[in-house]
Nanobody, 125 residues
Framework: QVQLVESGGGLVQAGGSLRLSCVAS????????MGWFRQAPGKEREFVAAINWSGGTTYYADSVKGRFTISRDNAKDAVYLQMNSLKPEDTAVYYC??????????????????WGQGTQVTVSS
């Protein structure tokens, strides 16, 4: 059974940092793009960041550019999201996503085939 398991969420004050991790099991995604999305209460799920198979190409939503960094470790089948200078508006459930289609990473939900269960990030003001 393929699983993506996120960890690292929690409660942090504005201006603080968190590092999210996502580890895959059941199959490898080391040759494919992976990404992070988030969903705040009452809002649609939105793109946060994505990375190609080698880590050499990354994309970010404008709202997180300069504050968040996506990276991956293919030896561990893991993808990470380092979040700095957190704001209350970053509060959401964060989801890891993986594609099984080779190519550049996408910023749409339909670009990904597997999803984690999510990890809650809460930023207090």
């Amino acid at each position: 059974q393929v699983q993506l398991v996120e960890s690292g969420g929690g409660l942090v004050q504005a201006g603080g940092s968190l590092r999210l991790s996502c580890v895959a099991s059941g199959r490898t995604f080391r040759s494919y793009p992976m990404g992070w999305f988030r969903q705040a209460p009452g809002k649609e799920r939105e793109f946060v960041a994505a990375i190609n198979w080698s880590g050499g190409t990354t994309y970010y939503a404008d709202s997180v550019k300069g504050r968040f960094t996506i990276s991956r470790d293919n030896a561990k089948d893991a993808v990470y999201l380092q979040m700095n200078s957190l704001k209350p508006e970053d509060t959401a459930v964060y989801y890891c996503a993986a594609s099984v289609r080779a190519g550049l990473p996408g910023n749409g939900q339909n670009d990904y085939d597997y999803w984690g269960q999510g990890t809650q990030v809460t930023v207090s003001s």
